[in-house]
């Protein structure tokens, strides 16, 4: 199962609405996992089965979708979510596919 | 708090061996199932290694089948990957990660370095 990810960058304003699109390959049902990760530093876990918050992460993030095309939204940005983004695929078996990435900057 | 720390990275020859371990704190090894997972410089992330809490059920990526054993000591708290016949391409920050149900990886550690050059 291949996950592709776009854009693979973008720039955005602070405040402003943004969209990350996740796409599998194969139905993956509700199977999907978010992460964001900074420059040095280890992943985090954003959102996983598609749309639970994990403990601790802001509530302007928010997840949807599911069988084979997924979304990440913020819905506001903000300085601190210059990152990089990255989708997985979830469930009890392997593989458990990264997609590759998408770049966020802020303007 | 949970933690978890790697350590065991470094320069290796094509070819050599290497033994990363990852030491966890704040929560009991034996009740989690643990990953290792990793990011060649520059590049995204790739799974690589899956042990259930008891070690029954173990799976390996495609790219590591055969070269690299997970291995763990809960009485230590511990987590290990052996790392056979390593390659120029197995050069990447390895990070030792805790896998909840269906496999989100809820914490990671900070990463050790191996690098697979003569």
């Known amino acids: 199962i291949q996950l592709t990810q776009s854009p693979s960058s973008l720039s955005a304003s602070v405040g402003d609405r943004v969209t990350i699109t996740c796409r599998a390959s194969q139905d993956i049902s509700s199977y999907l996992a978010w992460y964001q990760q900074k420059p040095g530093q280890a992943p985090r876990l954003l959102l996983y089965?598609?749309?639970t918050l994990q403990s601790g992460v802001p509530s302007r993030f928010s997840g949807s979708g599911s069988g084979t095309d997924f979304t990440l939204t913020i819905s506001s940005l903000q300085p601190e979510d210059s990152a990089t983004y990255y989708c997985?695929?979830?469930?009890?078996?392997?593989?458990?596919?990264f997609g590759r990435g998408t770049k966020l900057e802020i303007k | 708090e949970v933690q978890l720390v790697e350590s065991g990275g470094g320069l290796v020859q094509p070819g050599g061996s290497l033994r990363l371990s990852c030491v966890a704190s704040g929560f009991l090894l034996s009740e989690y199932s643990m990953n290792w997972a990793r990011q060649a410089p520059g590049k995204g992330l790739e799974w690589v290694s899956y042990?259930?809490?008891?070690?029954?059920?173990?799976h390996y990526a495609d790219s590591v089948k055969g070269r690299f054993t997970i291995s763990r000591d809960n009485a230590k708290n511990s987590l290990y990957l052996q790392m056979n016949s390593l390659r120029a391409e197995d050069t990447a920050v390895y990070y030792c990660?805790?896998?909840?149900?269906?496999?989100?990886?809820?914490?990671w550690g900070q990463g050790t370095l191996v690098t697979v050059s003569s």
């Open positions: 990660t805790r896998g909840r149900p269906t496999n989100y990886l809820d914490y």
């Open positions: 042990s259930n809490s008891g070690s029954s059920v173990i």
């Open positions: 089965t598609t749309s």
């Open positions: 997985q695929r979830l469930n009890t078996y392997p593989p458990w596919t």
